[in-house]
């Protein structure tokens, strides 16, 4: 599975941003793909996840309300919609597969590179 991650960019609190994520390779529509962040502990956080199927999608309850997962089939891409962005979302984003529904970034086996987000006033 190949991913590729985009739309990250400079934005102001307050207002949006939407993050791409393009999939690629033989099996990649039997995966999850979840969007991960860095912290400034240099660890990964989870974010969302939406399984590829359908049928699950999760949130971390930082973003619940603000950020939406979603996914379109024809066009192989996975969304996160961010709004209402704030100064603590300022962190590089990364998608990434795995096999089972989780929010453990140590289950993800594939992983795209980062796209940076900054909300600056």
């Known amino acids: 599975v190949q991913l590729q991650a985009s739309g990250g960019g400079l934005v102001q609190p307050g207002g949006s941003l939407t993050l791409s994520c393009a999939a690629s390779g033989r099996t990649y529509r039997k995966y999850v793909l979840g969007w991960f962040r860095r912290t400034s502990g240099k660890q990964r956080e989870f974010v969302a996840a939406i399984k590829w199927g359908g049928g699950v999608i999760d949130y971390a309850d930082s973003v619940t309300g603000r950020f939406t997962i979603s996914r379109d089939n024809a066009k192989n891409e996975v969304y996160l919609q961010m709004n209402n962005l704030e100064l603590e979302d300022t962190v590089l984003y990364y998608c990434?597969?795995?096999?089972?529904?989780?929010?453990?970034?140590?289950?993800?086996?594939?992983w795209g590179q980062g796209t940076q987000v900054t909300v600056s006033s």
């Open positions: 990434a597969a795995s096999t089972i529904a989780t929010r453990r970034s140590d289950s993800y086996d594939y």
